[in-house]
């Protein structure tokens, strides 16, 4: 069942990327929506979460009914977690020895705690501790890119240098391989991302922790699993039954189980730590333990989390703690805007963008150029690798709206294209001392070649220029028409200069934040200001959110 699960969701994985034409499918949301801790801080910070995520829900009754089988049996991360364990056991020659519920396992209840707290506050940072986020975010930023280029280059460095002991060639054993990834898992171009070194550190760090102890994360750290343990504390049918009369306190049954959940002679079943795996029962050689379903009315003997009033208080202020830290730089409220945080088309106001963004990288995996990175403080702390345009690695594609077709929470409004097509993201800005037209007094006409808006949001002015010997020529220099401008950003990708464009697209004049929308109203255009949108664009072409600005910013 674990191997099916993670199968299946490297599966999901894999089969969610761009095709042109061609809508992502609803399954790539599939274990999103089973995730109850996502369905909690998205509703909690946001009070609105899409119908779909309600599928979490059946997890919870699952969890009353017969406790942590989501952990055991389903979740992706807790398989690689238990994987890395199991090997670590067997290839270092460990002899198996019994294992004791240790009270550092609470840590996991007092980090929920923290995250519940801060998310009723509106700050969402369940996303960064949650487990199918977390995974997700890892693989597309980190392992996915760095198996890539592994197999990619790797092959290609063999192929070049063609190694051979006489007539037996190395690529006779790469080529076969590289051909089966290029055709079957490698379905999409190359992608590389901001921070990615980091996100592989951390997710390393994470899967190497199992060699301290098995499933470390799942037992100490995961708050998905403490929200689990919660509602799994007294299971309503499926319970440890123990025959005291038959053990003989040998501790057979503690050396397998996963969550240190105390089976054995002498100690209450922590039923909240259990992860339903069936180890104890299976190692016992005097048939002392099963699990059992009963009536819910039947009580077993059960031990109580007993995380302490003290400790319970510290976690929620600590909470407390993070909103204040989080909440009072400019940018958090709404008094600046970073001009580098190019949010995709359909992100919702900042505010409700980061109370529902889970910080899974979804969005940055189907992005077809590339231009989605996770931001690193572009948005504060709160917003830490949430998605963001960065134009010189990749444009916002015009015909693609995949982004908010796949994000699961709807911090990016699943627009139909024709609408997100209208969307302003940003704002192209000509920099005359770089651009060539203008400082070098040579035709380059590249940025207006590849401005996909109707009717050419980049245009080019005939200009008479002066030449160094004295002479008059006609320059072609361009211009940007801030009415028609969307900060798609291709124009900046394609720029001939490599380092520093010499067009380049800020934050100003997005859609979503009327604060940040430059007056671009001319004096001679004052006469039709009453038709006009705020920042000069047509009424009905705004693309406004629907949202209005948490901070009463006009």
Request: glycine content about 8%; proline content about 8%.
């Amino acid at each position: 069942m674990q191997i099916a699960c993670l199968a299946l969701f490297i599966l999901l994985f894999v089969n969610t990327r761009f095709r042109e034409h061609v809508e992502p499918d609803a399954s790539a949301h599939v274990f999103f929506h089973l995730d109850p801790l996502i369905l909690a801080g998205t509703f909690l910070a946001s009070y609105a979460v899409p119908a779909a995520a309600l599928l979490a829900l059946v997890t919870l009754a699952a969890t009353l009914l017969f406790g942590r089988i989501f952990c055991g049996w389903i979740c992706p991360l807790g398989t690689i977690n238990h994987f890395v364990g199991w090997l670590r056991n067997r290839v270092r020659g460990l002899p198996d020895a019994p294992a004791q519920w240790s009270p550092w396992q609470r840590t996991k209840y007092y980090l929920l705690i923290v995250l519940l707290v801060m998310a009723a506050f509106g700050i969402n940072w369940i996303g960064v501790f949650d487990p199918i986020a977390l995974l997700y975010r890892s693989l597309t930023t980190a392992v996915w890119p760095a198996l890539q280029y592994a197999v990619e280059d790797g092959s290609t460095y063999v192929y070049q240098a063609d190694p051979h002991i006489g007539p037996v060639h190395a690529t006779q054993v790469t080529e076969p391989v590289y051909r089966f990834f290029r055709d079957h898992i490698f379905l999409a171009p190359r992608q590389a991302f901001l921070g990615g070194g980091l996100l592989l550190a951390l997710f390393a760090g994470i899967v190497l922790l199992n060699l301290v102890q098995p499933r470390f994360w799942c037992r100490y750290l995961c708050p998905a699993g403490a929200l689990l343990g919660l509602f799994a504390r007294r299971p309503l049918l499926l319970r440890l039954a123990r025959r005291d009369d038959d053990c003989n306190a040998c501790g057979r049954c503690t050396i397998g189980c996963q969550g240190l959940a105390a089976p054995g002679h002498g100690n209450p079943w922590m039923a909240a730590e259990c992860f339903a795996c069936w180890n104890c029962v299976s190692t016992c050689n005097f048939q002392a333990l099963r699990f059992t379903v009963e009536p819910p009315l039947r009580k077993r003997p059960v031990a109580g989390l007993n995380l302490g009033r003290r400790a319970t208080l510290g976690a929620a202020a600590g909470g407390l703690a993070g909103l204040f830290a989080f909440r009072l730089t400019p940018q958090a409220q709404a008094r600046a805007y970073n001009p580098g945080l190019i949010r995709p088309p359909g992100a919702r106001e900042e505010h409700h963008f980061l109370q529902r963004c889970v910080h899974c990288g979804l969005c940055m995996k189907v992005c077809p150029t590339n231009g989605l990175q996770p931001t690193t403080f572009e948005a504060g702390l709160e917003g830490v690798w949430t998605p963001m345009l960065v134009p010189k690695i990749g444009f916002c594609q015009y015909e693609c709206n995949l982004c908010g077709l796949t994000c699961p929470t709807e911090a990016i409004q699943p627009l139909p294209l024709e609408e997100k097509k209208r969307v302003r993201i940003g704002l192209a800005t000509i920099d005359t001392t770089r651009c060539i037209p203008y400082a070098y007094e040579r035709n380059c006409i590249v940025c207006e070649e590849h401005c996909p808006a109707p009717g050419k949001a980049i245009y080019a002015v005939d200009t008479e220029i002066t030449t160094r010997d004295g002479r008059k020529i006609i320059v072609k220099q361009p211009h940007v028409d801030p009415n028609k401008c969307i900060g798609c950003g291709i124009c900046e990708t394609k720029c001939p200069f490599a380092d520093m464009a010499a067009i380049r697209v800020t934050s100003a004049n997005e859609s979503r934040h009327p604060g940040n929308q430059p007056i671009l109203v001319g004096i001679g255009d004052l006469e039709g200001t009453a038709q006009q949108g705020y920042g000069g664009a047509p009424a009905e072409q705004t693309g406004a959110s629907p949202y209005a600005d948490p901070y009463g910013q006009q």
